[in-house]
């Protein structure tokens, strides 16, 4: 077990690690994620690891910040009091819908329950960016992660390391999560961490997603040598999936500026956006929203009631209804990462995901 999850997850070099999933000795091993040299794979169901779990190896050299939190992010995953805190989580199964008297928001504010609004997404792409190959088509093979952590100059807005660690430790769950329901194994998170300080002030009213987040966005991008916008996250990513060699990539911005809502995500891509407070679910939390925000960037749609589903539609690579929705599917549905605060995957958000190996309805065994 590794922190809740019901996996026997280890750190190892990145380089082993790829090597290792080809050996007889592990033939279920998978890599989770990677970050830099460092790598967190995982045993496998069937087949526990051999004997000790393996020794944190050690960097040549100086490790770079994204090993660094990679690293520090495990250790803090298996702590004994970070297990025991994710196993007597507030509000445990409650609908993202929080409809508990005085409990947390709604994971989206009613009317922008799939994601953020297309029209806030901020100038067009440029004519070369339409060309691009889609950045999350399917949750397969390698997945670049941009994670851009972004602290203001007031103590209040000052994410700490503790806080950074925190943010990747939770972060790295939730998509251990995510990793470990592909029924191929073949899904690896490649992680790049940034961290700014911007000195932008807050903006405490406005009415658009973009009114909250724009200054202190651009002021972060800007510092990375990047476009303003949500262009400038497009082609962060489109950078990262080629200098990380991945098939697939989206960016993550964290930080305590108040926002409209506290985490969207435009579903599709490429970017989500969550604030550390996590509001009343909690900063010990972010790995369950952070692995639902995810599910829309790869074109998963909500299933809580109160974001208006219904049965219908055309959802991801397979073009599957959204089955699961609590509205109409009977009895409700079954627990799932978009409908409740659960460790759960259904079928519907299975295929919605088009995770490899999912035996799917309209293909003949074999082809998925
Ligand atoms: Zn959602």
């Known amino acids: 077990m590794t922190a809740d999850l019901e996996t026997a997850e280890f750190l190892t070099f990145a380089e082993e690690a790829q090597a290792l999933e080809l050996t007889p000795r592990r033939q279920m091993a998978q890599v989770f994620h990677e970050y830099g040299r460092l790598a967190i794979a995982e045993g496998g169901t069937t087949e526990a690891p051999a004997g000790a779990p393996e020794p944190a190896p050690d960097l040549a050299g100086a490790p770079t910040l994204t090993e660094t939190l ?10 004994p009091e970070t297990r025991a805190r994710k196993l007597d989580r507030p509000y445990q199964g409650l609908t993202w819908g929080a409809d508990e008297a005085a409990g947390p928001m709604p994971l989206h504010l009613p009317g922008d329950e799939i994601a953020q609004p297309a ?23 390698r997945v670049a992660v941009g994670l851009i952590i972004v602290s203001g100059d007031k103590p209040s807005l000052r994410l700490s390391q503790q806080d950074q660690t925190l943010i990747v430790s939770e972060v ?3 998509l251990s999560f995510l990793a470990s329901q592909s029924p191929a194994r ?12 911007v ?7 406005g009415t658009s997603y973009e009114d909250f987040e724009a200054p202190w966005r651009d002021a972060a991008l800007q510092q990375l040598g990047l476009p303003a916008g949500t262009a400038g996250a497009r082609r962060h990513a489109r950078n990262l999936r080629t200098q990380l ?3 697939w990539a989206y960016v993550a911005f964290f930080t305590k500026y108040q926002l409209r809502h506290f985490a969207y995500a435009a579903r599709g891509g490429p970017k989500l956006v969550m604030h550390f407070g996590n509001d009343g679910w909690g900063s010990n939390q ?8 995810t599910g829309h960037i790869f074109n998963a749609p909500d299933e809580y009631a109160s974001s208006n589903c219904d049965c219908g539609g055309s959802w991801g690579v397979f073009g599957e209804p959204n089955a699961n929705c609590a509205a109409c599917a009977p009895g409700g549905g079954v627990d799932c990462i978009m409908k409740s605060n659960d460790w759960a995957m259904c079928n519907s958000t299975l295929l919605h995901l088009g995770y490899n190996g999912v035996p799917h309805p309209a293909m003949p065994a074999g082809t998925s």
Not at 186 to 197: E, S
Not at 199 to 205: I, N
Not at 286 to 293: N, S
Request: proline share 9%; charged share 25%; glycine share 8%.
């Open 186 to 197: 073949d899904v690896t998170f490649v992680h790049d961490i940034r961290v700014a300080t």
């Open 286 to 293: 972010i790995d369950r929203v952070f692995a639902h925000e």
């Open 245 to 247: 060699g991945t098939n």
């Open 119 to 141: 029209d806030e997404e901020g100038p067009a792409p440029a004519p070369e960016a339409e060309a691009e190959p889609p950045l999350s088509a399917r949750l397969t093979g």
């Open 199 to 205: 000195t932008v002030p807050e903006v405490t009213s």
């Open 172 to 174: 790295q769950n939730g």
């Open 70 to 79: 990679g690293r520090a992010a495990f250790d803090l995953r298996n702590a």
